[in-house]
Nanobody
Framework: QVRLVESGGGLVQPGGSLRLSCAASHDVINRYIMGWYRQAVGKERELVASIDSSGGVSYESSVRGRFSISRDYAQYTVSLQMNNLKPEDTAVYYC??????????WGQGTQVTVAA
């Protein structure tokens, strides 16, 4: 079973930046479309960015142009660079598969809070 560990969250002012990292316990993630999800209080979890095994990327419209997803095949990691953060980006961020197949067990996520 693949274990996912997210890190890099924190408290940041509007307009600030954070870089999230997702470390996997197994290189199998290199084969799959991986994505970053977020869940705000009282809302459903949503996919905000994904990257396929070839490096092709896709973004949810509200983050396009501000977030950038990348992956390191050697380190089995997926990263999310978040710039120009807004209060509405406040959420717990998770990584996981982003294809049509069963997700891995969810990690603990990393809290991102954007506030003045």
């Amino acid at each position: 079973q693949v274990r996912l560990v997210e890190s890099g969250g924190g408290l940041v002012q509007p307009g600030g930046s954070l870089r999230l990292s997702c470390a996997a316990s197994h290189d199998v993630i290199n084969r799959y479309i991986m994505g970053w999800y977020r869940q705000a209080v009282g809302k459903e979890r949503e996919l905000v960015a994904s990257i396929d095994s070839s490096g092709g990327v896709s973004y949810e419209s509200s983050v396009r142009g501000r977030f950038s997803i990348s992956r390191d095949y050697a380190q089995y990691t997926v990263s999310l660079q978040m710039n120009n953060l807004k209060p509405e980006d406040t959420a717990v961020y998770y990584c996981n598969r982003a294809d049509r197949f069963q997700r891995f067990d969810w990690g603990q996520g990393t809290q991102v809070t954007v506030a003045a």
